[in-house]
């Protein structure tokens, strides 16, 4: 078996095995067995040596990969992928396609763009895969050279096609996709192999040829008829199988980690997450709003640490030591800028897989606007109250006033011209006149009037109510400034109850300036429907504590006013559709600002 023929036989099957392996042919033969075992020895030993530096490289790619998915491109570690390889194997036409998503779809990556700028992702939905390619990566039916591209585009080149084996997840075949493309057409028999179509346990249908859910990827190289690297591809593609696979469920992990992030980042409730040492480990943007406080300086410290101790920070650390949620806990909590926010905090344990309390969470719901609802609430039913109570006293106490002035008078007619008493009879019916005012507010804030809208000028109503109080303005060193007042704009509106919110402010405007002042109106277009009207005093200002009620019935901070003024403005101004802000601050006078409807 040493000589002759089959010894040339051997080193025939020889050279065979080495041009597979892309290596070159001998050429002549030295007829001697250790010759021949020499040369493939020699063979195996730089096989071995390949072998072991493309596992000590996958191992590298496989952490540069594990690296570049950390990144905020989910495209990036395939873009990495390709070009490593395509330098590796010195391939520029190197190609990848990955199944991606849920349902899959295959994403082409190439090593080389068409701008030679490097890969860039080209999506093919699998219903509108070339029925080549879909045949022969569902059934590995033809041959891996494929003449046309997965648009099914002819082109001048060919794609030469190696299969990443994997298997993909069965909750990525979700969406109403079906396992098996060849089952899309319904029917019993695959659209692809005409084979019977057979349930599978985790839902859907395949035949029993189908590869379509145990291909992760292809790649491959496009042009040429030849290809010389194919062995080399294809000692690399199993081990690619596992890293695709890897990345994919790093993907979707990625993925349902952001949008439980999302979630929780745009609720809006505070959350607040502690482990047990009470660190804070989540801190949302509604828990930054209600609390004053931002994320980069809570997250990382003891919750104890980043303002001082507070109370509720007891209810968001009980829980550590219990095993079930706690009722919840209302806590007024102060912000950084000195105000406070009434807050319900609602805290229940972290658990791990085993049960275990590893921290809390706690969501934090801001009650002002619920405060603010109960209060309003309890407003109107005062006002129900107080229109009921005005409605049967209204007409006996204005009787009996008018009867005590028409007495007054008819007194005072008897008196001798000088006498004292003339001046008690005028502060008498000056108080009638007061009580009749306040008799008066009680209606108006208890039963509006309905509106008579229409276009009015405001210079008029303004001129109007200047003209009422022109005692009042000819006894002080008040000033009222009209700024524009020529080309100032008109509103939709009801003349006669505009006149009283006038009024109303200009007569606050002139006793919050205890000596000489002034009170500048300005009115403009706040934008295409609405006007702004701004009235802005010099006067003593409002302490921050007041601000909050000034429109609340019954509330003022005079020995002789109603606290009706105000309120009954404020009701004017919302039932034309309008809004009321003020702003002011002790020693810096008070400015409110105005929002009514444009006349069109």
Not at 69 to 89: C, F, I, K, M, T
Not at 324 to 337: N, Q, T, Y
Not at 546 to 563: N, V
Request: some cysteine.
């Amino acid at each position: 078996m040493t000589q002759g023929t089959p010894l040339d036989a051997l080193w025939r099957r020889a050279e065979e095995i080495r041009a597979l392996c892309g290596l070159p042919a001998v050429g002549t033969h030295d007829l001697s067995v250790a010759a021949l075992a020499e040369l493939l020895l020699q063979d195996l030993e730089g096989n071995f040596r390949r072998e072991l530096a493309t596992r000590v490289q996958l191992e590298g790619l496989g952490e540069l990969m594990a690296f570049a998915s950390r990144g905020p491109e989910p495209d990036r570690p395939y873009r990495v992928l390709v070009q490593y390889l395509s330098r590796a194997l010195d391939e520029p036409s190197l190609w990848l396609g990955v199944f991606r998503g849920s349902p899959p779809a295959l994403t082409l990556y190439r090593a080389r763009g068409a701008s030679g700028a490097g890969p860039t992702p080209e999506p093919v939905a699998l219903d509108a895969l070339d029925p080549d390619w879909l045949r022969w990566l569902t059934v590995r039916d033809g041959e891996p050279t494929l003449e046309r591209d997965p648009w099914g585009r002819g082109r001048s080149t060919v794609w030469h096609v190696v299969p990443i084996r994997g298997e993909i997840p069965a909750d990525r075949l979700s969406g109403g996709f079906p396992a098996c493309p060849g089952s899309w057409q319904g029917g019993p028999l695959c659209a692809v192999t005409d084979a019977p179509l057979e349930e599978m346990a985790g839902g859907g249908r395949e035949c029993r040829r189908c590869e379509f859910r145990r291909v992760v990827g292809l790649m491959g190289v496009e042009g040429g008829d030849g290809w010389k690297g194919r062995a080399s591809l294809e000692a690399i593609v199993p081990s690619l199988g596992a890293l695709l696979v890897n990345l994919g469920l790093n993907e979707a992990l990625d993925l349902e980690a952001r949008f439980r992030e999302d979630v929780i980042e745009n609720l809006p409730l505070g959350v607040v997450a502690v482990d047990l040492e009470g660190v804070v480990l989540t801190w949302n943007r509604a828990s930054e709003e209600i609390l004053g406080i931002t994320a980069a300086t809570a997250l990382g410290q003891r919750i104890g640490d980043i303002r001082g101790r507070e109370p509720w920070h007891d209810s968001v650390l009980a829980p550590l030591g219990r095993l079930r949620a706690l009722a919840p806990a209302e806590h007024v909590i102060p912000k950084s800028d000195g105000a406070s926010v009434p807050v319900e905090v609602n805290a229940a344990p972290l658990r791990d897989a085993e049960g275990q309390i590893r921290g809390a969470v706690a969501t934090l719901t801001d009650l002002t606007s619920l405060r603010a609802m109960e209060e309003r609430i309890r407003q109107l039913d005062r006002l129900a109250a107080l229109g009921r109570f005005a409605s049967s006293v209204a007409h006996e106490i204005r009787n009996p006033l008018t009867g005590i002035a028409t007495g007054v008078q008819y007194l005072s007619r008897g008196f001798p011209a000088g006498d004292e008493r003339h001046e008690d009879v005028r502060f008498i019916l000056r108080e009638v006149t007061r009580l009749n005012t306040i008799v008066q507010d009680l209606l108006s804030a208890t039963r509006p009037r309905m509106l008579t809208l229409g276009p009015v000028s405001l210079a008029d109503v303004v001129h109007r109510a200047l003209q009422t109080l022109g005692p009042a303005l000819a006894e002080g060193t008040v000033e009222i400034r009209l700024e524009g007042a020529d080309h100032w704009p008109k509103v939709l509106a009801d003349t006669d109850q505009l006149l009283q919110v006038f009024l109303n402010l200009f007569q606050n405007a002139i006793q919050a300036i205890p000596g000489a002042g002034d009170v500048r109106v300005r009115v403009t277009p706040a934008d295409a429907s609405r006007v702004e009207i701004e009235i802005a005093d010099s006067g003593v200002g409002i302490e921050p504590e007041h601000l909050p009620h000034l429109f609340e019935p019954f509330y003022t901070t005079r020995p002789k006013g109603t606290g009706l003024g105000l309120f009954v403005a404020h009701g004017i101004v919302q039932r034309h559709g309008g809004s009321i802000e003020v702003s002011s601050a002790p020693g810096e006078g008070t400015r409110f600002r105005i929002l009514l409807p444009a006349a069109a």
